[in-house]
């Protein structure tokens, strides 16, 4: 049996739960954490979470993570089966990250966890936001889900990303990064419907606190 290893509050833990919620499988959870103990390092080169544990052995990086589950699992499909389609939601999935949740993280000292950051950092940051809102706003379908009428990998993407840039502009800049695009107001409200994704919110909210109150004293020590 699978085990995925890392925590609930984790974004990029929450896609690959998804993804395996949403296709059937069955797995088990190790709940951890990343780290730098050498216990760790050796199932995850980075220290990083989510790691898949496999009967062939550990696979780590989310993107990869979820191709692996696709090719080696049933179960629903989250990437079409043809060949352009295919390409064009790995783009979107990677413009997701680069541009919308990688920008927003920068910012994640100061918004959730009572730090501060760079000026010049921020400043990049909501450069980057508006630019990639307006690339994914370009690219995306949205009709109802990101690559076209079925859920994807670059759905699992977006929900677990775009929360958190959304409260980085509200609290930084005061912008609503979604503010004048319902189609993607509508695919929230469609997900926020999903029992696999009410599950994993409500595992979120029973470990939130406590990861709140141990990244503040992180922040500020």
């Not at 998804?18 to 954490?33: C, H, Q, S, Y």
């Not at 295919?86 to 999935?93: E, I, M, S």
């Given at each position: 049996m699978l085990r995925l290893h890392g925590f609930a509050v984790s974004n990029y833990f929450n896609m690959v739960k998804?993804?395996?919620?949403?296709?059937?499988?069955?797995?088990?959870?190790?709940?951890?954490?990343g780290n730098q103990s050498p216990e760790f390092l050796a199932i995850s080169p980075r220290g990083k979470v989510p790691c898949l544990e496999t009967e062939?052995?550990?696979?780590?990086?989310?993107?990869?993570?979820?191709?692996?589950?696709?090719?080696?699992q049933g179960g629903k499909p989250l990437l079409p089966s043809d060949p352009y389609e295919?390409?064009?939601?790995?783009?979107?999935?990677k413009e997701i990250e680069l541009y919308i949740e990688l920008?927003?993280?920068?910012?994640?000292?100061?918004v959730f966890f009572g730090g501060k950051v760079d000026p010049a950092i921020r400043e990049k940051a909501r450069e980057e936001l508006l630019a990639g809102v307006a690339a994914l706003r370009r690219h995306g379908?949205?009709?109802?889900?990101?690559?076209?009428?079925?859920?994807?990998?670059?759905?699992?993407m977006?929900?677990?990303?775009?929360?958190?840039?959304r409260a980085v502009?509200?609290?930084l800049f005061g912008v609503d990064l979604l503010g004048d695009w319902p189609e993607a107001k509508a695919l929230l409200?469609?997900?926020?419907?999903?029992?696999?994704?009410?599950?994993?919110?409500?595992?979120?909210?029973?470990?939130m606190a406590a990861f709140i109150a141990a990244m503040g004293d992180k922040a500020r020590g």
């Open positions: 998804l993804a395996l919620l949403e296709k059937g499988i069955p797995f088990e959870i190790n709940t951890v954490r062939q052995g550990f696979i780590n990086e989310t993107n990869v993570i979820l191709e692996y589950i696709e090719e080696t295919r390409a064009r939601v790995r783009a979107l999935t920008p927003a993280r920068t910012c994640y000292p100061e379908s949205f009709a109802p889900y990101v690559a076209g009428s079925e859920m994807t990998i670059a759905d699992l977006f929900l677990y990303s775009i929360d958190l840039a502009g509200k609290k409200d469609l997900l926020a419907q999903n029992p696999h994704v009410q599950r994993i919110e409500a595992d979120k909210k029973a470990e």
